[in-house]
């Protein structure tokens, strides 16, 4: 196994990481702030963002198919996406509300079809028996890119700079494509599938990892907007902080997934899968009682830990169960519970709105309460799976 070629595999991420997540748990709920003064802020802010995920998550397992079959190579999907989404950028900067409305979502679909070809490189080429360290490598970059989006975005922000914090996200995703394209060679042929597969778990392994990130990306997806309520804080202010803290949430889950996918491969998927599940919702948990900056970061630290475990479990075990010949199309079909539970938690605007205008915080402490359970609710269905299902992938 070559460390250039897990280089290859997983650095795009980075850029498409700093995409996704600064436009939408930052850039776009910063505009809508602004725009709409708080009022029915949440509630746009979910149908927009489920509406954006579902096209993504809709286009990303017909991309994938179109590669399988040979119509398109897994670089010409990760070309294609990030021109696109750069595109997308470019409409968001005209700044009309129809232009935001229509860049955003071309840029999430294009991000999910570069994505598309992105992730089918580690069913095609890396071994079983390095894919926990892949998927570590791949959640370091991954939350290192969201890490970067929120520290450069929340300081141009904060700055009243909307134009250059769309051109930093393009230059990245474009720098990390280039570095990607060069590093992965040409001449690579896909590497041999261990003859083990348990089909059935491939549904199990989406519902449980749905479950949880459903958990996650409630509490990411609403972050700015509790900042500002729990702080007292106005849009420009919220969306400095709730950078700050995401930046430093993102940092800690980092540094965490490398050994969470060394322990994915020595200890095995699902003894990984939930651990981080019972940290994770903990940590969830406690954020309903953090009055201060110091306790959203020190409780939210148990969540970004829980979640850099579960991740890395998840991720190798759907590499395990996924042939090569057809990763591109099941890879973008198990995108389903990534993106679907991303979507999805873009609909518990509506209860927080409802909730707050009957006692105010309310809201934020229903949508802990929910997301804590969700995160649980993941850990408890990876802990379902028979033992003797468990010891086979576990050793695939």
């Known amino acids: 196994m070559s460390y250039r070629l897990l280089a290859a595999v997983s650095v795009y991420w980075f850029g498409l990481s700093m995409l ?145 914090a769309l051109v930093l996200l393009a230059a990245c995703l474009l720098g990390t494509l280039a570095a990607a394209l060069a590093l992965l060679p040409r001449d690579a042929a896909p590497h041999a599938q261990a003859p083990a597969r348990i089909p059935v778990l491939f549904g199990r392994i989406l519902a449980a990892r749905f479950l949880f990130l459903l958990g996650i990306y409630m509490v990411g997806r609403f972050l700015v907007l509790f900042v500002a309520d729990r702080l007292g804080l106005g849009a420009d202010a919220a969306a400095a902080q709730a950078g700050l803290v995401l930046a430093m949430l993102a940092l800690l889950s980092a540094v965490a997934s490398i050994p969470a996918g060394w322990a994915a491969d020595r200890f095995g998927r699902r003894a990984t899968m939930v651990g981080g599940a019972a940290v994770g919702a903990t940590g969830i948990a406690l954020l309903a009682i953090a009055g201060d900056a110091a306790g959203i970061l020190l ?17 190798a075990l759907l590499t395990d169960v996924t042939p090569g010949s057809d990763a591109g199309r099941l890879m973008g079909i198990a995108n389903v519970a990534t993106a679907g539970a991303a979507g999805v938690a873009g609909l518990a605007g509506p209860m927080i709105d409802t909730a707050n205008a009957i006692r105010p915080g309310a809201g934020f402490v229903a949508l802990l309460a929910l997301s804590a359970v969700c995160a649980l609710a993941g850990g408890r269905l990876s802990l379902g799976l028979g033992v003797d299902e468990r010891r086979q992938l576990d050793a695939a």
């Open 20 to 164: 996704l997540d600064g436009l939408t748990a930052l850039y776009l709920p910063h505009e809508l702030l602004a725009r709409a003064d708080g009022r029915g802020s949440a509630t746009l802010l979910g149908l927009i963002t489920f509406g954006g995920i579902f096209l993504g998550m809709a286009a990303q397992p017909l991309a994938g198919t179109l590669s399988d079959r040979g119509w398109a190579d897994r670089r010409a999907l990760m070309t294609a996406g990030g021109g696109l989404a750069v595109l997308g950028l470019l409409l968001m900067g005209i700044g009309g509300g129809l232009a935001l409305l229509a860049g955003y979502l071309l840029a999430i679909v294009a991000a999910n079809v570069g994505q598309a070809g992105q992730q089918a490189l580690v069913p095609d080429r890396v071994p079983h028996t390095w894919r926990g360290r892949a998927a570590g490598v791949k959640g370091l970059l991954d939350v290192a890119g969201a890490s970067a989006s929120f520290v450069l975005l929340a300081a141009l922000l904060g700055a009243g700079q909307r134009t250059g």
């Open 299 to 315: 409780f939210g630290g148990l969540m970004a830990i829980g979640s850099s475990a579960f991740g890395a479990g998840s991720w």
